[in-house]
């Protein structure tokens, strides 16, 4: 198999990749964050003065997931101007920009979650992700890769949703 696709500079497409890629290191950063604004509350309405301190942090924790899908976007696709190609292939998964470049083999990559609009590779323990618009790819290819993915157990063999015309 070798599939290769293009997909055109795009601000939004890049910080959902983002927030789709780091899902479950923001549901730590949740955790985090509540579990601060909570010590705060108590230790507030007990009295301690000290209170406000775990409070702002941990609404500055919370606040993150918000903030850093687009200062990492920001930094990984200069300033939402570069055009990106995937690959995939028999041996591995890439992805190319003008200043970035990644890919992993199939033997290294963990799972695949299809999230969003995006399959997210994961590699070994959560090391490295790279998130696949799968979307944009063109329907037989998307097809192509779908089984190919299922066929290497990445990916549970689910019918994507397509819009009836």
Do not use: C
Not at 58 to 65: D, I, R, S
């Amino acid at each position: 198999m070798e599939i290769r696709f293009t997909v055109p500079p795009d601000p939004v497409r890049a910080r959902r990749q983002v927030r789709a890629t780091l899902r479950s290191k923001f549901r730590k950063l949740y955790v985090l964050g509540t579990l601060l604004v909570i010590a705060g509350v108590v230790l507030l309405v007990g009295g301690h003065p000290s209170g406000y301190a775990p409070l702002a942090a941990g609404a500055a924790v919370l606040g993150l997931p918000w903030l850093l899908p687009r200062a990492v976007a920001k930094a990984r696709t200069g300033l939402f101007a570069e055009t990106a190609t995937y690959e995939l292939t028999d041996d591995e998964v890439r992805a190319r920009t003008p200043s970035f470049g990644i890919g992993y083999g199939w033997e290294a990559v963990k799972r695949v979650d299809d999230t969003d609009g995006f399959w997210v590779v994961v590699v070994g323990n959560g090391a490295g992700a790279l998130a696949l618009p799968w979307k944009l790819l063109p329907e037989a290819d998307r097809d192509r890769a779908r089984a190919f993915l299922v066929a290497r157990g990445l990916l549970k063999a689910e019918v994507p949703v397509r819009n009836a015309r």
